[in-house]
């Protein structure tokens, strides 16, 4: 992949703000699952999500997005105040911090839900340990608590070099979810983001991201590789060409990271539009608001700004914020 990535409207693409899609794209996704999580696949079968409804699971309103998108938002606020130019873990991990400890970023001023990874993780740097030694390391913590949040990195790792924005993806992970399992599940999503916001097929986006991250794993000389390359084994369905036309049946939709990151990408690439991806990643059931803010964020990637109906857009919490950061952020990475 090139040092830098142009940004390409693509042949099929709205003219629209990449930015204000994936960041609407992903906290819209998540409010749509938030009343369900937990509910099952069979339930939502028969009475699937087809737009926002209240209360349920966590009692909030329509529109409430979960802890995915506050931690999202929290990144992409730091991200924006360093600018392309800088790269201050800590001061990323204090933002996330503030989200538990000051409900920054929460949707409703409250904290509703938090993953017991990112608990403990965030916690720490609370009390003032490093971020490159808050994460959890064991292999029981390969939640997806990284994953759903580290969509901003694709804006400013288009400014990086290849090796760098690898490092500090992985880096990023490791605040809260150090496993290094984890650590690559966020560096396949980010090259797959960055190959979407260039305008690339988005199949293709997968498949070449896997191919890329495969033959980076077998180099030798960097000192992180033989760590990462015993991971690799997990990630083999997620680079099969006809990974697209598994039945819903093989797809799983837990916490867990690597199921996260596979309904992800199956529910991205069966799907023509915006709602369709995001609609299906919530009537998965299970983590309900994880697997389609991870959906939801590519998906606007793919389809852009237009594609997610002006209705979901204002119907959302906070949504007049969500757009001035989405404007930050754009304007701090060079994104119109």
């Given at each position: 992949?090139?040092?830098?990535?142009?940004?390409?409207?693509?042949?099929?693409?709205?003219?629209?703000?990449?930015?204000?899609?994936?960041?609407?794209?992903?906290?819209?996704?998540?409010?749509?699952?938030?009343?369900?999580?937990?509910?099952?696949?069979?339930?939502?079968?028969?009475?699937?999500?087809?737009?926002?409804?209240?209360?349920?699971?966590?009692?909030?309103?329509?529109?409430?997005?979960?802890?995915?998108?506050s931690l999202l938002f929290c990144l992409a606020e730091s991200l924006a105040a360093q600018g392309p130019m800088g790269f201050d873990l800590?001061?990323?991990?204090?933002?996330?911090?503030?989200?538990?400890?000051?409900?920054?970023?929460?949707?409703?001023?409250?904290?509703?839900?938090?993953?017991?990874?990112?608990?403990?993780?965030?916690?720490?740097?609370?009390?003032?340990?490093?971020?490159?030694?808050?994460?959890?390391?064991?292999?029981?913590?390969?939640?997806?608590?990284?994953?759903?949040?580290?969509?901003?990195?694709?804006?400013?790792?288009?400014?990086?070099?290849?090796?760098?924005?690898?490092?500090?993806?992985?880096?990023?992970?490791?605040?809260?979810?150090?496993?290094?399992?984890?650590?690559?599940?966020?560096?396949?999503?980010?090259?797959?983001?960055?190959?979407?916001?260039?305008?690339?097929?988005?199949?293709?986006?997968?498949?070449?991201?896997?191919?890329?991250?495969?033959?980076?794993?077998?180099?030798?000389?960097?000192?992180?590789?033989?760590?990462?390359?015993?991971?690799?084994?997990?990630?083999?369905?997620?680079?099969?060409?006809?990974?697209?036309?598994?039945?819903?049946?093989?797809?799983?939709?837990?916490?867990?990271?690597?199921?996260?990151?596979?309904?992800?990408?199956?529910?991205?690439?069966?799907?023509?539009?915006?709602?369709?991806?995001?609609?299906?990643?919530?009537?998965?059931?299970?983590?309900?608001?994880?697997?389609?803010?991870?959906?939801?964020?590519?998906?606007?990637?793919?389809?852009?700004?237009?594609?997610?109906?002006?209705?979901?857009?204002?119907?959302?919490?906070?949504?007049?914020?969500?757009?001035?950061?989405?404007?930050?952020?754009?304007?701090?990475?060079?994104?119109?």
């Amino acid at each position: 992949m090139a040092e830098a990535i142009a940004v390409s409207q693509g042949e099929d693409r709205p003219q629209d703000c990449p930015v204000v899609a994936a960041l609407f794209g992903a906290a819209i996704a998540d409010a749509l699952g938030v009343p369900v999580e937990f509910s099952s696949r069979a339930a939502r079968q028969g009475d699937p999500v087809t737009d926002f409804r209240g209360y349920g699971t966590w009692n909030q309103p329509p529109g409430t997005w979960s802890d995915d998108s506050s931690l999202l938002f929290c990144l992409a606020e730091s991200l924006a105040a360093q600018g392309p130019m800088g790269f201050d873990l800590a001061a990323i991990a204090r933002n996330l911090a503030r989200w538990r400890t000051e409900a920054h970023w929460a949707a409703r001023g409250e904290v509703f839900d938090i993953g017991g990874t990112t608990e403990v993780a965030l916690g720490r740097v609370a009390a003032g340990i490093s971020p490159e030694r808050s994460g959890e390391t064991a292999d029981r913590s390969n939640g997806n608590g990284s994953l759903m949040r580290i969509l901003p990195m694709v804006f400013v790792a288009r400014h990086w070099e290849r090796a760098v924005w690898g490092d500090r993806v992985r880096r990023v992970s490791a605040i809260t979810h150090a496993h290094p399992r984890s650590q690559l599940a966020c560096e396949l999503y980010v090259a797959i983001g960055l190959r979407l916001l260039s305008g690339e097929d988005r199949d293709l986006a997968r498949i070449d991201a896997f191919r890329e991250l495969g033959d980076r794993l077998e180099t030798p000389g960097d000192e992180l590789t033989p760590t990462l390359a015993v991971e690799w084994p997990h990630f083999q369905r997620l680079g099969d060409p006809s990974f697209k036309d598994l039945a819903e049946s093989e797809i799983t939709s837990g916490g867990y990271v690597l199921h996260t990151l596979e309904a992800a990408l199956w529910c991205l690439l069966r799907s023509e539009d915006y709602c369709e991806a995001a609609l299906m990643a919530v009537n998965l059931g299970g983590d309900t608001d994880t697997t389609a803010c991870v959906t939801g964020g590519l998906a606007g990637l793919a389809f852009g700004d237009r594609a997610i109906p002006p209705a979901w857009k204002t119907a959302i919490a906070r949504h007049d914020d969500i757009a001035q950061l989405a404007h930050q952020l754009g304007a701090a990475t060079a994104i119109a």
